[in-house]
């Protein structure tokens, strides 16, 4: 199993700042230091409003800083009008980054997928579009397709991967990614595998990849498949739980306003975290029992995303990864 970490869009997180973003390329550098194999980030600097820097500067800053972890970027819905460019940025940043950068697509943590299907089918087409352009700059086959919300008829490529880029597909917990990547034969970053829907899904997602993946001539490969849970590890539960006393308030907040999360009622963030299932506040056994809960509900998969979500400050917070380095990663 491979280990990563995801940074997911909020506002109360900041990343559109200098401190915000310096925060997490701090992290970064130490969870390249600890070994970890991944870094997703998700982006809402698509949209055509942003004036924040662009992936390409981001991410050149963050792989001259580290030296192994994979950085993934593009975890959002592409805007139509862009997505030749974004697909430029992406093959011009693998490029120079010895096949560091990963590229992700997808509605990723949105409330948009609050519906049963998810996105809409504009949407669902720009998904396909930006697909397809980093595919055709891979120079790997060419893929037509229907504009018809999940009614694809690709013509098979010689290749049955996207051998210069590697690429993922994400969603919360709709069937949206299991869709793209069984019919693209691409990897799959389930982000809402800690929340109620997102945990019960996890088997259907798995047979509608797996469908999707038969029917266009594709490996169901659960390597590829990558599930988000948010932690946070101490030496006892009572020493992490003082840890998150002030973050997890907020944090619960703020999945209340995402439609794409139903949270219980506030209170203390940090006991409704652990008794509704919404993520690991405890020790490395606790880490364990959740990773192994996974791989049962969902048959199995290749690779665990820590969600970042800021329970604790920066100090617990790297002690939380090199608890989890040390006394998880060795053990599952």
């Keep these: 199993m491979k280990y990563g970490i995801y940074f997911p869009p909020g506002r109360h997180l900041d990343r559109r700042t200098e401190s915000g973003q310096k925060k997490d390329l701090m992290l970064l550098e130490y969870l390249d230091k600890l070994g970890f194999d991944y870094a997703w980030f998700a982006e809402s600097r698509l949209e055509e409003r942003q004036t924040d820097p662009t992936h390409e500067e981001f991410i050149s800053i963050a792989t001259k800083r580290t030296h192994k972890i994979k950085i993934g970027i593009g975890v959002a819905q ?4 862009n997505i030749q460019s974004l697909a430029n940025q992406v093959m011009h940043l693998s490029n120079i980054n010895k096949s560091r950068v990963v590229f992700g697509a997808g509605p990723g943590f949105l409330g948009a997928e609050s519906s049963n299907i998810g996105i809409n089918n504009d949407q669902f087409d720009s998904m396909v579009k930006s ?6 700059l891979s120079n790997i086959g060419s893929i037509s397709e229907k504009s018809i919300r999940f009614s694809l008829s690709p013509n098979k490529p010689e290749n049955n991967s996207f051998s210069a880029i590697e690429f993922a597909v994400a969603s919360h917990s709709s069937p949206i990614a299991a869709v793209l990547a069984g019919t693209f034969g691409l990897g799959m970053l389930s982000l809402g595998a800690f929340t109620a ?3 019960s899904n996890l088997s259907s997602i798995w047979e509608i990849y797996q469908r999707k993946a038969k029917a266009n001539g594709y490996n169901d490969d659960r390597s590829r498949w990558s599930l988000a849970v948010p932690m946070h590890l101490a030496k006892s539960q009572g020493d992490a739980q003082h840890d998150v006393r002030f973050g997890s308030d907020q944090w619960i907040r703020e999945l209340q306003t995402n439609r794409a999360c139903l949270s219980p009622k506030l209170g203390n963030g940090a006991k409704q975290i652990i008794e509704n299932g919404l993520g690991v506040i405890g020790t490395p056994k606790d880490a364990i029992n959740k990773i192994r809960e996974l791989e049962q509900k969902s048959g199995g998969f290749g690779c665990i995303l820590l969600a970042a979500h800021q329970w604790a400050d920066i100090e617990a917070t790297k002690q939380s990864y090199k608890i989890f380095r040390d ?4 053990v599952i």
């Design 327 to 330: 006394y998880v990663i060795n």
């Design 197 to 199: 829907g997102g945990f």
């Design 78 to 81: 592409p805007n139509s009008k």
């Design 131 to 136: 697909i397809k352009a980093v595919k055709s």
